[in-house]
């Protein structure tokens, strides 16, 4: 048998044009994807006003907005370069696959526009059908039909009457129209809500909005015909600004800007929701997503920092020279670049970030420590009171403005503002005392103030007259072994935070209410006792503090172990 020689020359390439852009389209898997990717094109043509009216009961979807609009030509095009840029710099657009988002996830879909250059009357609609899409090979196209009848004309209403010539003009205020059809009955492709929609929305364009005053109405129907409308409208960061810094890698053409706030509190919990956004400098397209996260953390990238960028506390963007955005706009594309951009994260976390994070989190011990301090405290105000002991602490140096009293210097008075303890409510039957009778107690004869130092509330004084007043403090000493100094002469009582009794009752909030009270009540026994024997005293209160922080921290889960025992060895009766 002879061999055969191969011989030089090409192997043919086919292309499925229906395929190709139906892995084009699966980028966008989500009806949230193909939606966003719908308004970024209507971004993209410089629309103020885009218009998402999403029916889930009838599986319909129509985006308008009043942008530039697209000619033929520029259709074709995007059609021709479905995997290339053809947008300039600046642009939140890129890949020209958004063109073709909704297919496969729908039976049919329509992309309507007439161009601002062609004037008001040159409506063309492409018809994008599913099934013969997928069909579609090299040298076939998309149906396209022109509509005579549609004129943009803003806020002119279509006549109901027929015109003399059998047609009625059709006035939109729309210069380009996508309506999809039949949407994908999986649930878990286009699950779906008001909150995400506004959210994703705000994400991902919030910035491009807010600069050029852009506007999303939404109108959307649930399942159920249940319908709810509403305006999407960004606003700028609200958090307290950070000074903006800029870091590059040495060798490197990779420049970070962070342009980032300290996120405001919000809602009952007053907790932190800041978004901290990421894009290439020269675009305005942000994001944020897991996918980001994870790549930026098997780069190496410090989990505190990923936590602390993440936790809600900052707020702002981070962009960077020379990066890339991956076509599935969830990500960057990977490359030394990309690497370049996360080590100046890390080292804007260790210069700047680390720093920022340690005062807010020391900042909210404090309020949390005030915030169950005053609690603790009118435990002991209301103790003291009913078995007549408040003259244990008439004598001391230290109260609230008032005749007799002097300012303090203006250190003291930034370092150590004061909260009032409430009062507590007399629940005795006996009380006379209606809510709009009651005096406010700074204007009670001989009121004794107790008020608990940390970062809210009033200035402090000092005391120059006869008024007195018992005041809790809290300061880190991790050089002293005491749990607690005492101020006899001024009333202070300062928490020793480092120490081992504070940091195991610590974990609850229960737990340190009873423990400052424990303490105090010590503090105040310790006063009256003479001081004969001081040592052995506080080596008394030394151990007794320590049992009762057992019993504070362990009381509760002994007590069910022996009621569980106890119920063990009860004889069975019949």
């Known amino acids: 048998m002879n061999a055969r020689r191969a011989t030089a020359g090409e192997s043919k390439l086919g292309v499925h044009l229906g395929g190709a852009l139906l892995a084009a389209a699966q980028c966008y898997p989500y009806l949230q994807d193909f939606i966003l990717e719908i308004i970024q094109n209507g971004l993209d043509a410089n629309a103020k006003n885009i218009r998402v009216k999403l029916n889930l ?337 008439e004598n001391f140096a230290f109260g609230t403005t008032g005749k007799g009293h002097a300012d303090l210097p203006p250190k003291a008075t930034q370092d150590n503002p004061a909260m009032s303890a409430p009062k507590l409510k007399d629940t005795g039957k006996g009380s006379g005392a209606k809510g709009k009778d009651r005096v406010r107690p700074d204007e009670m004869q001989g009121h004794t103030p107790i008020t608990v130092q940390g970062p809210k509330g009033q200035r402090r004084k000092t005391v120059k007259g006869s008024s007195s007043g018992l005041q809790f403090a809290f300061d880190y000493m991790p050089r002293s072994s005491e749990a607690y100094t005492f101020d006899r002469e001024n009333g202070i009582l300062t928490f020793n935070c480092s120490h081992k009794l504070w940091f195991r009752c610590e974990v609850k909030d229960a737990y340190l209410i009873r423990y400052q009270e424990t303490v105090a009540i010590l503090a105040l026994t310790e006063f009256g006792l003479p001081t004969d024997h001081e040592a052995v005293t506080k080596t008394f209160i030394g151990d007794f503090l320590q049992m009762q922080v057992a019993q504070i921290t362990e009381g509760e889960k002994l007590r069910r172990r022996a009621r569980a025992h106890q119920k063990a060895a009860e004889p069975i009766t019949n």
Request: glycine share 8%; charged share 30%; net charge positive.
């Open 57 to 393: 009961s009838k599986r319909t979807l129509e985006v308008m907005d009043d942008g530039e609009g697209v000619t033929k030509d520029k259709f074709e095009q995007a059609l021709g370069q479905i995997f290339q840029t053809m947008k300039t710099s600046g642009k939140l657009g890129r890949f020209g696959r958004g063109l073709i988002s909704p297919l496969d996830k729908c039976d049919m879909f329509t992309f309507t526009s007439c161009a601002k250059a062609n004037g008001v009357n040159a409506y063309v609609e492409w018809k994008f059908i599913s099934d013969e899409v997928k069909g579609l090979v090299v040298g076939e196209g998309i149906p396209m039909t022109p509509l005579k009848w549609h004129t943009y004309a803003p806020g002119r209403e279509t006549s109901k009457k027929r015109s003399a010539r059998g047609r009625t003009p059709i006035y939109v205020d729309w210069r380009t129209q996508v309506r999809v059809m039949k949407i994908t009955k999986d649930r878990e492709l286009t699950r779906l809500t008001p909150h995400q929609l506004n959210g994703a929305i705000l994400e991902r364009f919030g910035t491009v909005m807010h600069k050029r005053g852009v506007v999303v109405d939404i109108d959307y129907i649930d399942e159920s015909n249940a319908k709810r409308a509403y305006k999407v409208e960004a606003s700028g960061f609200e958090g307290q600004p950070i000074e903006p810094v800029i870091f590059e890698v040495a060798d490197s053409k990779v420049v970070t800007y962070f342009d980032l706030f300290i996120a405001p509190k919000q809602g009952k919990k007053k907790d932190r929701r800041g978004k901290v956004l990421f894009g290439e400098r020269n675009d305005e397209f942000r994001f944020t997503t897991k996918t980001f996260w994870d790549k930026v953390k098997s780069l190496g990238l410090p989990e505190e920092a990923i936590d602390a960028l993440r936790s809600g506390i900052f707020e702002g963007e981070i962009t960077a020279t020379r990066v890339k955005l991956h076509p599935d706009r969830k990500r960057f594309v990977d490359s030394d670049n990309f690497v370049d951009m996360c080590m100046c994260i890390e080292e804007w976390w260790n210069k700047v970030g680390k720093e920022i994070m340690g005062e807010i989190q020391n900042s909210s011990k404090e309020a949390r420590f005030q915030r169950l301090g005053l609690v603790a405290i009118s435990v002991v105000e209301g103790i003291l009171e009913q078995r007549g002991l408040k003259d244990l602490i």
